[in-house]
Structure formats: structure tokens, C-alpha cells
């Protein structure tokens, strides 16, 4: 069950009404929990993973939320649902987007190459925008690091797995001008393409503004489009 970035827009556009069975359903887990070997499996569940989470990000403790992801990702790696065995995939990999989104606020290297390890040995396949998401993620840190070959290969990986969401091509369209390699307008253009309000993010960055000719180019190929797609 691979979501793509449009998909995620639509649900949250979409007014969430509680079910009516919430409050009970909650009230008998808080009951549950009190007893230990079902607290421990509880907090070790996916939902009980992403809940832990969440209260780190909380507290700002970006390293221990760090911590809580690997370790789901580490035991339900190769582990198989037995009663939803089709949202293996979208637990795991959402599992993955949180680790990265809390890793990128701390400096922990070592936490960040078991991450990019994991995401290397990803379940299968590569598709949806969690995947999407967390391979960008690793890009920008492959990047930062200065391992270039990396950085765009990520961005690549990115770029295919949704093919709704903008932001991979626009990076690897400024890969391509910062680093000199690659087509860069070709990556910009479908970049436009799958957004066209990303045109103006092109024009007012302080990277591309430095070649005006593929800007104007860009301007003059999509603005029409552009403003028509303005809310």
C-alpha cells in the first residue's frame, strides 16, 4: 500500500471524523497496559513504535526517536503480518520517513549510516512517498558529507518512487548545477511539471538565478501554466 505525495494532500484536504468506537477502544488499551508482557508488546507494536516517537519529538529527544525507529526497523525488517500482510510495506517504510525526519535534527553519524543501511536493504518495492521522502533525506545528508555520487543517486531513487511530488527533480535539477553534472534543465523542467508553482521556488533561488538563461527558458515554457495552477 505505497501512497504517492498527491494521494497524502487529498487524505489531509479531507476532514477526519473520529469513529465513534475511539474513546472505548483506548480506554480498554490504557486497561491493557497495565500489565507488563502486554505493555511490552504494545510499546513494541508499530502503532506503539510511532506513539514513542512522537512523545520524543515532543521533548525535542530527536536521538532517542532516533533510537525507537531503528529498532522497529531492525525487528520488523524480515518479520511478516500474518493478519494485514499488504501494509508490511507502508509500516515499514513510514517507520524509515520517521527515523530520517528525526535524525536530521541531530549530528549522530553513526545513527544516520545504520539508517541509510537500512533504507539500502529497504523492503520492496520502492514506491510511494515515504520511500520517496526518506531517500531524498539521505541524499541531502550524502551531500552534506560530501559524497556526491550518493547525494544524486538518492535523489534518483527519490524521483522514481513518486512520480507526483516535485521536490526530488528540483533537487537533482541543483545538483546539476551546482556539481556540473547531469542535465539539470531536463530535471528543473519536470520538476515544473509534476508542480508548476515550483517554477517560482527556480527563480528566486540564489543557485539558479546564477544561470538566467535556463531560468527565462523555464519562464518562458511554463509561466502560463504556473499562474493558471496559483491558488
Given at each position: 500500500m505505497s501512497l504517492s505525495r498527491?494521494?497524502?494532500?487529498?487524505i489531509e484536504q479531507t476532514p477526519f471524523k473520529e469513529p465513534p468506537?475511539?474513546?472505548?477502544?483506548?480506554?480498554?488499551?490504557?486497561?491493557?497496559?497495565?500489565?507488563?508482557?502486554i505493555k511490552k508488546r504494545l510499546d513494541e507494536s508499530i502503532g506503539g513504535l510511532s506513539?514513542?516517537?512522537?512523545?520524543?519529538?515532543?521533548?525535542?529527544?530527536?536521538?532517542?526517536?532516533?533510537?525507537?525507529?531503528?529498532?522497529?526497523?531492525?525487528?520488523?525488517?524480515?518479520?511478516?503480518?500474518k493478519s494485514l500482510p499488504f501494509m508490511d510495506h507502508h509500516h515499514w517504510?513510514?517507520?524509515m520517513k520517521n527515523g530520517v525526519d528525526s535524525a536530521k535534527y541531530i549530528?549522530?553519524?553513526?545513527?544516520?549510516?545504520?539508517?541509510?543501511?537500512?533504507?539500502?536493504?529497504?523492503i520492496e518495492p520502492l514506491e510511494g512517498y515515504d520511500v520517496a521522502y526518506s531517500y531524498l533525506e539521505l541524499s541531502r545528508?550524502?551531500?552534506?558529507?560530501?559524497?556526491?555520487?550518493?547525494?544524486?543517486?538518492?535523489?534518483?531513487?527519490s524521483?522514481?518512487?513518486?512520480?507526483?511530488?516535485?521536490?526530488?527533480?528540483f533537487i537533482l535539477g541543483w545538483y546539476g548545477l551546482v556539481l556540473g553534472e547531469g542535465n539539470a534543465e531536463t530535471h528543473l523542467s519536470h520538476a515544473i511539471e509534476k508542480d508548476p508553482r515550483i517554477l517560482f521556488r527556480i527563480a528566486s533561488n540564489d543557485?539558479?538565478?546564477?544561470?538566467?538563461h535556463i531560468v527565462n527558458k523555464l519562464k518562458a515554457k511554463y509561466s502560463k501554466v504556473s499562474n493558471e495552477k496559483q491558488p
Open positions: 498527491k494521494d497524502i494532500e487529498r468506537f475511539t474513546k472505548y477502544f483506548v480506554g480498554i488499551l490504557r486497561i491493557l497496559s497495565k500489565f507488563p508482557p506513539g514513542r516517537i512522537f512523545r520524543h519529538w515532543d521533548k525535542k529527544e530527536y536521538e532517542e526517536a532516533t533510537n525507537v525507529a531503528i529498532f522497529g526497523l531492525e525487528k520488523y525488517r524480515d518479520k511478516k503480518s517504510w513510514q517507520l549530528d549522530n553519524l553513526e545513527l544516520k549510516q545504520k539508517l541509510i543501511d537500512l533504507a539500502n536493504t529497504g545528508w550524502s551531500y552534506q558529507t560530501q559524497d556526491h555520487e550518493n547525494a544524486v543517486k538518492y535523489a534518483k531513487i524521483s522514481r518512487a513518486d512520480s507526483t511530488w516535485a521536490e526530488p527533480d543557485i539558479c538565478q546564477q544561470y538566467p
